[in-house]
């Protein structure tokens, strides 16, 4: 019995991690009507470390498992992935809408593949290029829906602006990658995740009070500090939930299940959101192709 539960837990726990991500996706368009995409990147970051620090610190005492590879690892996944990827992701969706930068996004294994068979030297089967195909043809049909729906209703969607998802896919491409090699050092989960989100928060935070921008007095009080506060509670257990679920279930299972988030998002986009962003039917067909693309290339990666 218990030898069953386990993969339908990993099944829920997978499902769960897809809708709490469209929420927070959604959450964060919402908040960006008014409010500014450094704001929740912030935010986001501050209640990662305000869960993750403490368990860490509880759970793990005294011995850490952190080695100089790992810590320079998840340094710099949090650099790459929590810092960089989601200012490019939280950015495109303000800038282009929630429906069209989750789907775009989504393209993140094409560029993890690329990256394994540029660097690592690994090869691709007839089903992986089958999914890269799918997820190529997604894009082209969301950035061509994009550009021609944008001009319809008076908007500027840049090549520039279509860019920015594709660059957050890049970004969050090579955390896994860099994951991989603290964990090959045995350093816990918790730990690393507090590693990765501190380093990502003295890096932004750096960057703020360079630029002049960091003001927490523009947190409090404002009506977007709500939205980006829940958008960052839900980023958190998506993390968490989506961690979970690799633990107790494969990555052939948990992966396809994750990815299924553009499709909920474009759907619950056209629902919820018609009033800040136009979405159509064609997009969601879109983001379906990107949905199986991403999942072919994730089982078959």
Same mark, same amino acid.
């Given at each position: 019995?218990?030898?069953? /539960?386990?993969?339908?837990?990993?099944?829920?726990?997978?499902?769960?991690?897809?809708?709490?991500?469209?929420? $927070?996706?959604?959450?964060?368009?919402?908040?960006?009507?008014?409010?500014?995409?450094? $704001?929740?990147?912030?935010?986001?970051?501050?209640?990662?470390?305000?869960?993750?620090?403490?368990?860490?610190?509880?759970?793990?005492?005294?011995?850490? @498992?952190?080695?100089?590879? /790992?810590?320079?690892?998840?340094?710099?996944?949090?650099?790459? &992935?929590?810092?960089?990827?989601?200012?490019?992701?939280?950015?495109?969706?303000?800038?282009?809408?929630?429906?069209?930068?989750?789907?775009?996004?989504?393209?993140?294994?094409?560029?993890? /593949?690329?990256?394994?068979?540029?660097?690592?030297?690994?090869?691709?089967?007839?089903?992986?290029? @089958?999914?890269?195909?799918?997820?190529?043809?997604?894009?082209?049909?969301?950035?061509?829906?994009?550009?021609?729906? &944008?001009?319809?209703?008076?908007?500027?969607?840049?090549?520039?602006?279509?860019?920015?998802?594709?660059?957050?896919?890049?970004?969050?491409?090579?955390?896994?990658?860099?994951?991989?090699? @603290?964990?090959?050092?045995?350093?816990?989960?918790?730990?690393?995740?507090?590693?990765?989100?501190?380093?990502?928060?003295?890096?932004?935070?750096?960057?703020?009070?360079?630029? &002049?921008?960091?003001?927490?007095?523009?947190?409090?009080?404002?009506?977007?500090?709500?939205?980006?506060?829940?958008?960052?509670?839900?980023?958190?257990?998506?993390?968490?939930?989506?961690?979970?679920?690799?633990?107790?279930?494969?990555?052939?299972?948990?992966?396809?299940?994750? $990815?299924?988030?553009?499709?909920?998002?474009?759907?619950?986009?056209?629902?919820?959101?018609?009033?800040?962003?136009?979405?159509?039917?064609?997009?969601? /067909?879109?983001?379906?192709?990107?949905?199986? @693309?991403?999942?072919?290339?994730?089982?078959?990666?």
């Amino acid at each position: 019995m218990a030898g069953t /539960s386990l993969p339908l837990l990993g099944v829920a726990l997978s499902v769960l991690v897809a809708l709490v991500v469209s929420a $927070q996706v959604l959450l964060v368009r919402v908040g960006a009507e008014h409010g500014s995409v450094r $704001q929740a990147v912030l935010l986001s970051m501050g209640v990662n470390i305000l869960a993750f620090l403490p368990a860490a610190a509880i759970l793990h005492f005294p011995e850490y @498992g952190v080695t100089p590879t /790992s810590l320079l690892a998840f340094a710099a996944a949090g650099f790459m &992935g929590t810092f960089l990827g989601r200012m490019l992701y939280y950015d495109s969706i303000e800038r282009i809408g929630a429906g069209r930068t989750e789907p775009l996004k989504a393209s993140m294994p094409l560029f993890a /593949s690329l990256i394994a068979v540029l660097i690592l030297k690994e090869t691709l089967t007839m089903a992986h290029t @089958g999914g890269i195909v799918l997820i190529v043809v997604g894009i082209a049909v969301i950035s061509w829906e994009t550009t021609n729906s &944008g001009a319809e209703h008076g908007e500027d969607v840049s090549l520039t602006a279509l860019g920015l998802p594709l660059l957050a896919a890049m970004s969050f491409a090579t955390e896994p990658n860099l994951v991989r090699i @603290g964990f090959a050092e045995e350093t816990p989960v918790l730990v690393g995740l507090t590693i990765k989100t501190t380093a990502a928060t003295i890096g932004f935070t750096g960057y703020l009070w360079y630029r &002049g921008g960091l003001q927490f007095d523009r947190l409090l009080g404002k009506p977007y500090t709500r939205w980006y506060l829940a958008a960052a509670v839900a980023n958190t257990l998506s993390v968490l939930g989506y961690y979970a679920a690799l633990k107790i279930s494969r990555v052939v299972v948990v992966a396809p299940i994750t $990815q299924t988030s553009p499709l909920l998002v474009a759907i619950l986009a056209y629902v919820f959101l018609s009033h800040l962003e136009h979405i159509t039917w064609r997009l969601i /067909s879109a983001s379906l192709l990107v949905v199986v @693309g991403a999942g072919v290339v994730t089982v078959f990666g």
